[in-house]
């Protein structure tokens, strides 16, 4: 990966993966981070290994000289951490864990970048021997001779040799100096652009949809004791619990299911055995990925779920009987979420 152009691509990418999370909650977001991570490792592992192989020589030599050994790779580590990341997502599905992946590496991209901009400030020995030598001489009649050492001028003056020299002032943009604006711009862009993500994160304003408040559509008399209503805009179950299932009341459960982040309908034909009765019960909340099963108020009775659905506050205005559900407050589910049920 010695190429000054891999660099700033990868950090443009982390860059890009820290913005995106932080705007837009993903879920299994770490699985998707790690799984870039795995391609960027196998991408500069094949890199590094043409890079060590060199092109292949023309014509074999007689006696084959003994080639200074590579350093370790660290290309089949990082291979390995993405892996395991994938692996870790799929478990764990925080809302930032692609953070976890980004924001190294963003770090350790730009440090690169700026290690290889380091060494090429450094001159070669024909560019430092022009740099000493100085900017062309220009003689009195306008003509341009050759760059002339200051030993050499001074050992002409030593022998007597008149010499007057002429030093036009110009200012001129080096090529290690556009290298060092645009390494700079860059960087000041990228870090601009995360502030501004952080502030629109941490002060969100005029939300519609979710993560802000939701009105559903008509009355409470629009949705009838025992009505489960599926509301797009806020991504949640709208339910009017009866007394049986532990209400009366509104309960708005939050659509992700807390295993792996699948969307759960609501399940009119399906039976199962209900743990508390014992009785073969018609209607359920049910994951289609792995079969997490939800009582009417999103409460787990089976699969690898590790709680009950998510729900969201409600607010039921009196006089006009509208609902209002604030989908930016989320209440983890446990056994009781029935108890958080809004009367009308």
């Not at 870790?88 to 809302?95: F, H, Q, R």
């Not at 969307?263 to 079969?291: I, L, M, Q, Y």
């Amino acid at each position: 990966m010695g190429r000054l152009s891999t660099w700033p691509a990868i950090l443009g990418l982390s860059l890009a993966m820290i913005i995106v999370v932080l705007l837009r909650e993903i879920p299994s977001s770490l699985s998707y981070a790690s799984g870039i991570l795995v391609l960027i490792s196998l991408l500069g592992w094949v890199l590094e290994a043409r890079q060590i192989a060199g092109p292949a020589p023309e014509v074999e030599p007689e006696h084959e000289e003994e080639e200074e050994a590579p350093g370790p790779s660290y290309w089949p580590v990082l291979l390995a951490l993405g892996i395991v990341g994938i692996a870790s997502g799929l478990i764990y599905d925080g809302k930032y864990g692609a953070l976890v992946v980004a924001l190294p590496l963003a770090a350790g991209s730009g440090a690169a970048w700026a290690s290889i901009l380091k060494r090429e400030m450094i001159p070669t020995p024909e560019e430092a021997a022009t740099i000493a030598a100085g900017p062309p001489i220009v003689a009195s009649g306008g003509r341009i001779l050759l760059p002339v050492a200051p030993n050499l001028l001074v050992a002409q003056a030593a022998g007597g040799a008149a010499i007057a020299i002429e030093r036009p002032q110009t200012k001129e943009v080096s090529r290690r100096s556009l290298i060092q604006i645009t390494f700079w711009s860059a960087l000041g862009a990228g870090l601009l652009a995360i502030a501004g993500s952080l502030i629109d994160f941490l002060y969100p304003r005029g939300i519609i949809g979710f993560g802000g408040v939701v009105s559903p559509p008509g009355t409470i008399d629009t949705y009838p004791p025992g009505s489960k209503t599926q509301i797009p805009a806020g991504k949640f179950w709208l339910v009017n619990l009866t007394e049986e299932q532990g209400g009366p009341g509104f309960l708005a459960l939050w659509w992700k299911c807390p295993h792996l982040g699948c969307t759960v309908p609501w399940r009119e034909s399906f039976v199962f055995k209900d743990p508390v009765t014992t009785a073969n019960t018609r209607g359920w909340f049910r994951c289609p990925c792995h079969g997490s099963t939800y009582n009417s108020a999103g409460v787990r009775v089976f699969g690898p779920a590790p709680r009950s659905m998510d729900h969201m506050k409600v607010t039921i205005d009196s006089a006009s009987g509208r609902i209002s559900v604030d989908t930016g407050t989320i209440t983890k589910g446990t056994p009781d979420n029935a108890t958080f049920a809004v009367k009308a």
